[in-house]
């Protein structure tokens, strides 16, 4: 059964960091691109940074240089280092999987979806 667990979101103030997780279980990670995805209230859910098994990224425009993406095969997890957070990064983060490339996943969605885990960012 394939899974993908999401941890690490939580409060914290503008201009500080978070590290989010997305440890996949069910399927080799290193055989699927995975990336982070986000929805806030009322807005559409885009895709925010993906990483495929060659490690291509792909970033939003709105995240780059302040989110790096990178993944540890070994640990079948994916990382997500977000920096300099502002409060428009406030949102419900999901990882997802599919094998594709690190591009289309993120504008196109994956086949497997975590549950989620709520960033906000306020003082």
């Known amino acids: 059964q394939v899974q993908l667990v999401e941890s690490g979101g939580g409060l914290v103030q503008p201009g500080g960091s978070l590290r989010l997780s997305c440890a996949a279980s069910?399927?080799?990670?290193?055989?699927?691109?995975i990336g982070w995805f986000r929805q806030a209230p009322g807005k559409e859910r885009e895709g925010v940074s993906c990483i495929s098994r060659r490690d291509d990224t792909y970033y939003e425009d709105s995240v780059k240089g302040r989110f790096t993406i990178s993944r540890d095969n070994a640990k079948n997890t994916v990382y997500l280092q977000m920096n300099s957070l502002k409060p428009e990064d406030t949102a419900v983060y999901y990882c997802?999987?599919?094998?594709?490339?690190?591009?289309?996943?993120?504008?196109?969605?994956?086949?497997?979806w975590g549950q989620g885990t709520q960033v906000t960012v306020s003082s």
């Open positions: 069910g399927f080799t990670s290193d055989d699927y691109t």
């Open positions: 997802a999987a599919e094998k594709s490339s690190s591009w289309y996943l993120c504008r196109r969605g994956g086949a497997y």
